[in-house]
T-cell receptor
């Protein structure tokens, strides 16, 4: 079946560092990828929708200059958390879907801890 | 506006008991999709089922069954003869066809199956 790979699975870094998270679709072309954030014991909240070859669409309240999204190919989207601070510590998870395939396929997530 | 409500924050049962997880949704769309995902402690999201708004037929998959009732806007999930491995957080989610199929998640229900 379709597989989405997310890397890294765990990041610990100092405040002020920029962190890049990759989301790859391994056996299908993902025209659309989604980035979600999940704080401990809370639900998943959509941050942005990433479309190949165009600018990402951010949800209300998500800073686009803080969370840079690049979807340069049909198999790769990246999320960069710029100048990360402790409040950015969270579980970030991506999903991808083909043009006509449901449901979305999720990566295994990235646990980000900012010290 | 689309919204998913999982009123049960936590459920704890003894192994072999049956348990039902409730999900109530709100949408103005006539075409939408409903999902259930399982999130074990490791964090990844495991897809369980998708149901579209035009298919109210209930479904059974092994020990799992789903009851979709449009009249009450509910999509409940029942685990029969629960097992310890069923312990996880379960999310119900809604996707509207006109909203680029973005997923809106419920708050999640933490299910603990005790031996």
């Amino acid at each position: 079946g379709a597989v989405v790979s997310q890397h890294p699975s765990w990041v610990i870094c100092k405040s002020g560092t920029s962190v890049k998270i990759e989301c790859r679709s391994l056996d299908f072309q993902a025209t659309t990828m989604f980035w979600y954030r999940q704080f401990p014991k809370q639900s998943l909240m959509l941050m942005a929708t990433s479309n190949e070859g165009s600018k990402a669409t951010y949800e209300q309240g998500v800073e686009k200059d803080k969370f840079l999204i690049n979807h340069a190919s049909l198999t790769l989207s990246t999320l960069t958390v710029t100048s990360a601070h402790p409040e950015d510590s969270s579980f970030y998870i991506c999903s991808a879907r083909d043009a006509g395939v449901q449901p979305q396929h999720f990566g295994d997530g990235t646990r980000l801890s900012i010290l | 506006a689309q919204k998913v409500t999982q009123a049960q924050t936590e459920i704890s049962v003894v192994e072999k008991e049956d348990v039902t997880l409730d999900c109530v949704y709100e949408t103005r769309d006539t075409t939408y999709y409903l999902f259930w995902y399982k999130q074990p402690p490791s964090g990844e999201l495991v897809f369980l089922i998708r149901r579209n708004s035009f298919d109210e037929q209930n479904e059974i998959s092994g020990r799992y069954s789903w009851n979709f009732q449009k009249s009450t806007s509910s999509f409940n999930f029942t685990i029969t003869a629960s097992q310890v491995v069923d312990s996880a957080v379960y999310f119900c989610a809604l996707s509207e066809a006109r909203r680029a199929q973005k997923l809106v998640f419920g708050q999640g229900t933490r299910l603990t199956i005790n031996p």
